[in-house]
């Protein structure tokens, strides 16, 4: 069965799921798909269990020949971002700049550090050989909240203002800043060549600030293009573009496609929308995005849960999963409370900010495809075949299913707490 095949099997499941949740469950969407792909997986797996072996190994095959790694990073992460950016609001982005900037940047670094240092001690203690630079480079590519899942779930539950904005930029701005940690880990951990502070402050320069200017031009770009044509068609074609060729060349002259998409998506979903957009393409290009945007998100959620077949469980992959879940919320729950020691010094803030941005504070596909990016081959365990790569894939495994399932369905009742105090104290 061809790739596309595949891709057109998979939207059709994604979109079954969907209406049968929307008769039954009632369920977010992505939680649903999530949910129903994972039950899937579990079936099939029950079933190669008791003799029919064929039948997960052809759903194996399947999803190695996509590459979810490639597919979300180099495909479906430039139409999410870009939709994501469209939805946020430069004024309640401006209230929040400093906020969003040190859950972004501060919030992500110390996540980073202490998820790497803890979870190397534990390993000590269980005995799991795994080498600090591993455990730091798990911490690289789990702390930073994943845009997508956090897009996809908690932004649509009408959340108090500045809640809301500060989980929305900061999840759209930490991947950057994520990405060149876990990049400059990850070159320490499999190049073999010494990195210094200049190469590495090149390599930040490169790619996050390169992404954010870069992604100035290709908003200023576009926003000339469609200012420039009356075609409603167009206008709304035209916005294709930039998750397309803008994302695939921000990839080629290597600055973060990612922040540049966001970047692009703030000021045409701001600036472009108040003075380019033709009457009917305003009233329609929120329409049209939610659409792509929901469309691709099902595959997306639905490929996470069948991601489970690909692995193989063994003792010591459940164990470290289970340690991993409650050190990643750890971190996160503390790497916030401490910057609202520092936010609460100047203003007041909903007594539920610390606990929403920690139990919304979502894991995806995001930081399952950087897990994938890890090598095989390098050996923990060589006598039970479990190496470095499986371990991270497994513990980023257990942290997004559970980020997904359990905090994405469980925080409505924080956030509708959170209402009622800000409707109380108006």
Not at 74 to 94: C, D
Not at 249 to 263: E, K, R
Not at 380 to 399: A, C, F, Q, S, W
Request: glycine fraction near 8%.
């Amino acid at each position: 069965m061809t790739v596309y095949a595949t891709f057109c099997f998979l939207a059709a499941a994604a979109m079954l799921i969907t209406f049968v949740n929307s008769k039954l469950g009632k369920w977010q969407n992505t939680i649903a798909i999530t949910a129903g792909s994972l039950l899937l997986s579990l079936i099939i797996v029950i079933a190669g269990k008791n003799g029919f072996t064929q039948l997960r190994e052809i759903a194996v095959t399947q999803l190695t020949e996509i590459d979810f790694e490639h597919f979300l990073l180099n495909g479906l992460l430039g139409f999410l971002l870009f939709a994501g950016g469209l939805g946020i609001k430069l004024e309640s982005l401006k209230d929040q700049k400093w906020e969003i900037t040190v859950l972004a940047l501060a919030a992500t670094l110390f996540s980073t550090f202490f998820v790497g240092f803890v979870l190397y001690y534990i390993c000590q203690l269980i005995g799991l050989p795994l080498d600090l630079i591993y455990c730091l480079l798990f911490g690289s590519l789990i702390s930073p909240t994943d845009p997508i899942a956090v897009l996809a779930i908690v932004k649509k539950l009408d959340a108090p203002k500045r809640i809301s904005t500060q989980i929305e930029g900061e999840s759209l701005f930490n991947d950057g800043f994520g990405l060149v940690i876990f990049v400059t880990l990850f070159n320490i951990a499999f190049s073999g060549q010494p990195l210094t502070v200049e190469s590495v402050s090149m390599l930040f320069l490169h790619e996050a600030i390169g992404g954010i200017v870069y992604g100035f031009a290709l908003g200023l770009l576009f926003h000339y293009l469609i200012s420039a044509t009356n075609d409603h068609a167009m206008e709304l074609l035209l916005t294709i573009g930039v998750p397309t060729a803008g994302y695939v060349f921000g990839g080629m002259i290597g600055v973060s496609a990612p922040l540049a998409m966001v970047v692009a998506g703030i000021m045409i979903g701001n600036w472009t929308r108040k003075n380019g957009f033709s009457k009917e393409s305003k009233a329609q290009l929120d329409h049209f995005w939610e659409l792509v945007d929901e469309f691709l998100n099902g595959i997306l959620f639905l490929l996470i849960g069948l991601s489970m077949l690909q692995f193989s469980f063994y003792k010591e992959d459940w164990i470290i999963m289970l340690i991993a879940i409650p050190l990643v919320l750890l971190a996160r729950y503390l790497s916030v409370r401490l910057a609202y020691l520092g936010f609460n010094r100047f203003r007041s803030y909903n007594p539920y900010s610390v606990r929403i941005l920690t139990w919304g504070g979502l894991r995806g596909g995001l930081a399952l495809a950087m897990a994938m990016a890890v090598p095989a081959g390098v050996w923990v365990l060589p006598e039970k075949n479990i190496d470095v790569r499986e371990i991270i894939l497994v513990m980023t495994y257990g942290v997004v299913l559970f980020s997904i399932l359990v905090q994405g369905s469980s925080i409505v009742p924080l956030i509708n707490k959170a209402k009622d105090w800000q409707n109380k104290n108006q």
